[in-house]
């Protein structure tokens, strides 16, 4: 299981797919997904979309999304020397570009290695942090060249192939939010081992332009109408230099479960006991407002639906080094796997009036 879930992972980590250009990457992705759906699709705003029916009639629907995109860059303008200007895609963190490798698709259809420049650290008297205004990509073009290959708008990605640092920590960019994406059909993989089939439907979603604030499914829950939607995504993971109160979970204490008015706390509850249960670590995430997660998507489409989030700790959120733990994963994975079988049971309840 662990070895499926980084081959998958480090696959998907390595695709090019910024909040726009998403749909190649669900396409890759709805293989992947193929195997566990009755059908599969990718929509014309470039979400995936997974169905799978428990032959039940009347049965509770349960959404688990996960985004396709990934943070990254735009060509802005082409310079007079060759040099290509660059906006953001999404929260990237300009502290950690300078010096990178990028690679940059063509509007010839291919794709072009770049590097990342800006003022050398002996011209910067101030030595102050590169914005993105400081910065430019240098493909090794003349204007003329790099005007006929590249030219504005092009898509920008970093050149940073995933590899693992350790037997348990896996780094590489896109890992918010595809990780997560692999931790769905991690929980997929282990019910049809374990020969476990829910009492509901299913809907798997990998969702487009979620770092542009969730456009990708901003009316796609009015559409779906599940009885809950589960956004798994990132939270930012403990690191030597954070106080514990900061709003970080520590490596290697599983999946954090957010409590408070963005979703359905006693949803949140439920999942809680049956993690405790079955021996499941987790942590619990407070959030009195926005999770800026396609949960909030969820939570405020049409009417509104329950919603409730589930994040994966995650290292160096938005640069081209993110960095998981294995273990955390395959946490993440087993909760998940502990929703999809108890939630048809839970819809009971919470019908009956017993959930809180």
Request: net charge negative; with cysteine; aromatic share 6%.
């Amino acid at each position: 299981m662990k070895e499926k879930y980084t081959k998958e992972t480090m696959h998907l980590s390595g695709l090019c797919g910024i909040s726009g250009w998403e749909t190649g990457t669900a396409r890759a992705a709805a293989e992947l997904l193929q195997p566990y759906m009755d059908t599969v699709e990718v929509d014309r705003l470039g979400n995936l979309i997974g169905r799978r029916s428990c032959g039940r009639k009347d049965a509770p629907v349960l959404l688990l999304d996960a985004h396709l995109d990934q943070v990254g860059l735009m060509v802005s303008k082409v310079t007079e020397e060759g040099f290509l200007l660059v906006e953001k895609s999404g929260g990237v963190d300009p502290r950690v570009l300078p010096g990178g490798r990028v690679t940059i698709a063509g509007t010839d259809g291919k794709l072009y290695r770049g590097v990342i420049g800006c003022l050398p650290d002996a011209w910067d008297e101030e030595k102050n942090a590169a914005t993105v205004e400081d910065l430019f990509l240098d493909a090794g073009m003349t204007k003329e060249q790099a005007e006929t290959c590249i030219g504005t708008g092009s898509p920008v990605y970093f050149h940073m192939p995933a590899r693992m640092l350790s037997e348990d920590c896996l780094s590489g960019p896109a890992l918010d939010d595809r990780a997560c994406f692999t931790c769905i059909l991690y929980a997929l993989e282990l019910l049809k081992r374990q020969g476990k089939t829910p009492d509901c439907d299913l809907i798997v979603v990998g969702a487009s332009c979620e770092e542009m604030r969730g456009k990708g499914v901003t009316g796609l829950g009015y559409d779906l109408q599940p009885d809950l939607a589960a956004a798994i995504d990132v939270c930012h993971a403990a690191t030597y230099d954070v106080d514990p109160l900061d709003g970080v979970h520590p490596v290697g204490s599983g999946p954090a479960i957010a409590v408070g008015a963005m979703g359905r706390t006693d949803w949140a509850e439920r999942l809680m006991d049956a993690c405790e249960d079955a021996g499941i670590p987790y942590s619990i995430d407070p959030n009195i407002g926005e999770s800026w997660t396609d949960a909030d998507c969820y939570y405020e489409s049409g009417t509104g639906i329950p919603t409730m989030l589930l994040s994966l700790p995650l290292r160096y959120m938005h640069t081209p080094v993110e960095q998981l733990s294995l273990r955390d994963a395959e946490y993440t994975g087993q909760a998940i796997a502990q929703l999809i079988l108890g939630f048809g049971s839970w819809m009971k309840e919470a019908e009956g009036g017993e959930l809180r």
